[in-house]
Nanobody, 118 residues
Framework: QVQLVESGGGLVQPGGSLRLTCEAS????????MGWYRQRPGKSREYVAT???????DYLDLVQGRFTISRDRARNTLYLQMSALNSDDTAVYYC????????????WGQGTLVTVSA
């Protein structure tokens, strides 16, 4: 079993930056795809960005060019560097990971709140 713990959320002014961190612990299984999702107020959870074991990244169009996802495989840690934040980025951000090998169980963190407000 893998536990994912996010940190780094908080209050930031419009135009500001924030870095989220997700630390994976528990089982020694190799993680495969990792990513960030978010749930904005009154909306369903949505995809933000993912990164493969080879470092290939993909982003939601709304955050492309403003957010950067990265991972440290040695530390089993995932990051999301967010810049040029605006009020539409206000959300609970969730870390996601799946196992690289069969049965490819999926895991979610508990979420960290990001509030963009003046």
């Amino acid at each position: 079993q893998v536990q994912l713990v996010e940190s780094g959320g908080g209050l930031v002014q419009p135009g500001g930056s924030l870095r989220l961190t997700c630390e994976a612990s528990g089982s020694s299984v190799d993680l495969g795809l990792m990513g960030w999702y978010r749930q904005r107020p009154g909306k369903s959870r949505e995809y933000v960005a993912t990164i493969t074991t080879f470092g290939v990244t993909d982003y939601l169009d709304l955050v492309q060019g403003r957010f950067t996802i990265s991972r440290d495989r040695a530390r089993n840690t995932l990051y999301l560097q967010m810049s040029a934040l605006n009020s539409d980025d206000t959300a609970v951000y969730y870390c996601y990971a799946d196992e690289r090998d069969y049965p490819q169980n999926e895991y979610w963190g508990q979420g960290t709140l990001v509030t963009v407000s003046a």
